[in-house]
């Protein structure tokens, strides 16, 4: 079955850095969309940033020119580089895979990593 296994979560201070990756596994044919939500405690899930297998990006503007996202097709895994943190950066960070295709299901699905923690404090 497809399933997404995330690292690279931390504490860090304002203005540290982390990087995050997350890869995915199983009989995948291919994936549209991966990326990262997150979710702080009492708040919305928001989507931070993904980008599609053509490698077009999308970012959240409270994180453009701070993080960076990419992927490695062939190997169905994804980084996102994580500079300058703000401790309102701090959340789980959830790894998703959207328009899944595999050989699990019929159609597209879509995937949850496991959660990472951020914590950006002084």
């Known amino acids: 079955q497809v399933q997404l296994v995330e690292s690279g979560g931390g504490s860090v201070q304002p203005g540290g850095s982390l990087r995050l990756s997350c890869a995915a596994s199983?009989?995948?044919?291919?994936?549209?969309?991966m990326g990262w939500y997150r979710q702080a405690p009492g708040k919305q899930r928001e989507l931070v940033a993904r980008?599609?297998?053509?490698?077009?990006?999308n970012y959240a503007d409270s994180v453009k020119g701070r993080f960076t996202i990419s992927r490695d097709n062939s190997k169905n895994t994804v980084i996102m580089q994580m500079n300058s943190l703000k401790p309102e950066d701090t959340a789980v960070y959830y790894c998703?895979?959207?328009?899944?295709?595999?050989?699990?299901?019929?159609?597209?699905?879509?995937?949850w990593g496991q959660g990472a923690q951020v914590t950006v404090s002084s």
């Open positions: 998703n895979a959207d328009g899944v295709r595999s050989s699990d299901n019929i159609g597209r699905h879509d995937y």
């Open positions: 980008i599609t297998t053509g490698g077009s990006t």
């Open positions: 199983g009989s995948i044919f291919s994936i549209y969309f």
